[in-house]
């Protein structure tokens, strides 16, 4: 009898265990990895990319998730390419991650790819701005985001379509100044803007690289000011960017119109300039959520969420890119029916949405090297102390106009 | 003509701001005989307890300095009482640990601002003084003026007072100064307080200028070497002048030739003139090698 009663508590006990571990096997969350600064200078940014994947996943897990699992963000810091490497390893090795997505430094992004392709996972990224990334030809590589050239071709554009006309101006006679930070980032940038504007015929009248961490810029600013530019564009970093118009200032430097790519359009250049000297002067940078909610539907509401969530508004705009791109991403997987890497590529190859169909405005087709060609920044203008969204036209809201062009 | 004046004070104003930084470093170069990698951070720290006080404080940049540098002259005496001192026999370990102490204060800072930047807004900074076309701004007037009054102040402290000749005696010989009575420990002790007061004094007065960053203390301190060099192993006024020489090259260059050239154009001057004059343009001849001998 007792033995009887023992083998039957046996079974039990098995099947008990048994369908935990079923139903443990079902509920296993799909963890994706987002590689990016979160300790270092860069912290501030990787945070706020990592909070656009978050907010993305969050609506995704609130509908019961993807292919019938609920989603799981894990942060890898890296904020050189071998922490990326380590960071990659670690997550792929131990922490069961299937998909990897980031990335704030295009440096990191190169180093962690490569490391996610020897686990054959996807790495889809958000936020690298460098244009080599997608050139090589990596099998698991995707890019949702704009890129370097995005950025070039959209200041040019603006550059015709928005200073021009308020300069009173043809392309063909503005005379520009193309100023940028002597490493590959605003090296990159600037050589294909100087390529784009000559191209339409502007006249480029000089192009100046500086080191970003270098203590004086009066000879950049004379150089510029020797050669009367209608526009002057820069792309930099946050504190030569601060110092170029400081030293701009000091010494009666007065282009009619300014624009500044990638960095510019945050409180940390308000911060150092003051509203009043800053009034009028554009930036090309990611979407923003004040845009039109026919432009990018949904950014309202990615503002809303993000504020509910995080009790403040943005920090800066990268989040709604890596929110978007997180969004993509999940589409893709759950097109694919899963996270195999090929699968998910096919599925990328796929995707065909027109502009204006994200929050950020982009669309979703990628080319042969999966870059996302409909994929843009936006153009903002800082009016009273506040960034507007200016350019595309359909971006800014209808009320928006250019203001202080030619600067007083 | 107008251009070339306006690139000339330029190039004197960048050069008070190399001085500026120079002259504590190479103090702390000549005397304590101590390569302190950590230089550049006591200024970023100084430029953070400048806009703390600023903005928390309500205290004008420009009063803050009379807070900061005594603060910071309290800060370098713990510094090399509590750090340096102990390694005193061990030249090689105090290299190392001001190596240390600039990756612990710059990641302190790191942790305590996650990296955001900072500056300083007030309407100081933007003041300009305008000559006949010629523009200066009036931030950095008040920097190459502080440097000039420090660097004559310096060497007056050197030349007419007790401490300050014990220092130079420090300088020439450290065995026969200490055979002389003169308390070596506390001459270490003084200078390096002294140098890192001076940081403080140059934070105090760049912070207006600059985009506070965790980093920005590197910035300065790889032109403050080479300065201390070119001028002269414990020379203030090679330090003074070695800083307006190295100022002029990079403005003068920078329009001239090309503004990405600048630093490798002032880095040939500083090679050749190592290679004419290895004890800098104003340092004691032989000073530099009593730099590398060992001394007990």
Redesign the interface.
């Known amino acids: 009898m007792q033995r009887n009663l023992i083998s039957r508590l046996a079974i039990a006990a098995f099947a008990i265990t048994a369908s935990v571990n079923l139903a443990c096997g079902q509920a296993e969350p799909l963890r994706i990895g987002a590689i990016n600064p979160f300790s270092g200078p860069l912290a501030l940014y990787g945070d706020e990319v990592a909070r656009g994947y978050q907010l993305a996943i969050d609506e995704a897990n609130a509908k019961g998730g993807v292919i019938g699992r609920k989603i799981e963000l894990l942060r890898g810091d890296a904020s050189s390419p071998p922490q990326g490497i380590a960071a990659v390893d670690k997550m792929a090795g131990q922490d069961k991650v299937e998909v990897f997505v980031g990335t704030y430094i295009s440096a990191v992004s190169n180093a962690a790819s490569d490391a996610a392709l020897r686990y054959s996972r996807i790495y889809w990224d958000t936020n690298a701005l460098a244009g080599d990334l997608t050139e090589r030809g990596l099998p698991n590589f995707i890019r949702s985001g704009p890129y370097a050239d995005s950025f070039a071709e959209v200041s040019v554009a603006a550059t015709k379509d928005l200073l021009a006309p308020a300069l009173k101006k043809d392309i063909k006679d503005l005379k520009v100044w193309i100023e940028h930070e002597d490493s590959i980032f605003g090296t990159s940038i600037a050589e294909q803007q100087k390529k784009l504007i000559e191209k339409m015929g502007g006249k480029v009248v000089g192009l100046g690289a500086h080191n970003f961490r270098a203590i004086d810029l009066t000879d950049s600013i004379l150089r510029a000011k020797a050669t009367e530019p209608d526009v002057w564009i820069e792309t930099g970093y946050v504190p030569d960017g601060s110092l170029l118009l400081r030293t701009m200032r000091d010494q009666g430097f007065k282009p009619p119109a300014i624009m500044m790519a990638a960095t510019g359009d945050t409180f940390e250049t308000l911060d150092a300039l003051g509203k009043e000297y800053l009034e009028g002067i554009t930036v090309v940078g990611y979407p923003r959520p004040d845009q039109t909610e026919a432009y990018g539907p949904g950014a309202a509401a990615y503002l809303a969420a993000y504020k509910r969530k995080y009790d403040r508004e943005p920090i800066a705009p990268q989040g709604m890119t890596a929110y978007v791109g997180m969004q993509m991403l999940l589409e893709a997987i759950t097109a694919a029916g899963g996270t195999d890497m090929e699968k998910v590529r096919a599925a990328a190859a796929k995707m065909d949405k027109p502009l204006n169909s994200y929050a950020t405005g982009f669309g979703a087709k990628f080319d042969a090297k999966f870059q996302n060609t409909r994929a843009f920044p936006t153009v903002i203008q800082w009016q009273s102390g506040k960034v507007v969204t200016v350019y595309p036209k359909d971006a800014a809201q209808p009320n928006v106009k250019l203001v202080n062009v030619p600067r007083k | 003509m107008e251009?070339f004046l306006?690139?000339l004070i330029?190039g004197v104003l960048?050069g008070g701001?190399y001085s500026l930084v120079s002259i504590g470093l190479n103090l702390i170069f000549g005397v304590v005989r101590i390569v302190n990698f950590a230089q550049g951070e006591f200024v970023m720290l100084a430029m953070y307890a400048t806009y703390f006080c600023t903005t928390h404080l309500g205290i004008n940049p420009y009063l803050a300095v009379f807070l900061v540098a005594p603060l910071m002259f309290l800060f370098g005496l713990a510094v090399q009482r509590l750090v340096l001192q102990p390694l005193q026999n061990e030249p090689m370990m105090q290299i190392f640990a001001t190596f240390g102490l600039l990756i612990l204060f710059e990641n302190s800072i790191?942790a305590l601002t996650?990296?955001?930047?900072?500056?300083l807004?007030g309407g100081y900074?933007?003041v300009?003084i305008?000559l006949f076309g010629l523009?200066?701004?009036g931030v950095r007037v008040v920097v190459f003026l502080a440097a000039s009054g420090i660097a004559l102040a310096l060497m007056l402290f050197l030349q007419r007072t007790m401490p300050g000749k014990a220092i130079r005696a420090v300088i020439q010989d450290r065995q026969a100064a200490r055979l002389m009575g003169i308390n070596v420990e506390r001459t270490y002790l003084l200078t390096f307080g002294l140098g890192t007061a001076l940081a403080g004094i140059a934070g105090a007065l760049l912070a207006p200028?600059?985009?506070l960053?965790?980093?920005?203390g590197?910035?300065?301190i790889l032109?403050a070497f080479a300065v201390v060099v070119l001028g002269g192993l414990g020379s203030v006024p090679g330090a003074y002048f070695g800083g307006l020489i190295v100022?002029l090259i990079?403005?003068f260059s920078?329009?001239y030739v090309?503004?990405?050239l600048?630093?490798a154009i002032w880095f040939i001057v500083f090679v050749a003139v190592l290679v004419v004059r290895p004890s800098g343009l104003m340092g004691q001849v032989g000073a530099e090698e009593v730099g590398l001998r060992e001394q007990t």
């Open positions: 251009t306006n690139i330029s960048l701001i790191l996650r990296g955001q930047a900072f500056s807004s900074s933007s300009v305008n523009k200066a701004s200028i600059y985009t960053s965790p980093y920005i590197g910035n300065f032109a100022g990079e403005s920078g329009y090309d503004p990405a600048k630093q």
